[in-house]
């Protein structure tokens, strides 16, 4: 989702640059937008984690390093 949206990402923050990047869900969003977030030097906001998927996630060995 990272390597699929940066540089459309790059792109729209040249043409108008915005404040903060919004998430909508821990995984796989979530860790995209703060891959992003890091690239454009920019804040990001995860809004939601429902449901037990995020008691899970440390579980599933590859994004076990990215939620420890």
């Not at 995860?46 to 590859?62: C, K, M």
């Amino acid at each position: 989702m990272y390597f699929a949206s940066l540089s459309l990402a790059r792109r729209l923050h040249r043409e108008e640059q915005f404040d903060c990047i919004d998430a909508h869900f821990v995984y796989p969003d979530g860790f995209a937008a703060v891959r992003l977030g890091k690239k454009l030097r920019l804040p990001v906001v995860v809004s939601s984690a429902r449901g037990t998927d995020i008691n899970l996630y440390p579980s599933f060995r590859l994004i076990r390093r990215c939620c420890a």
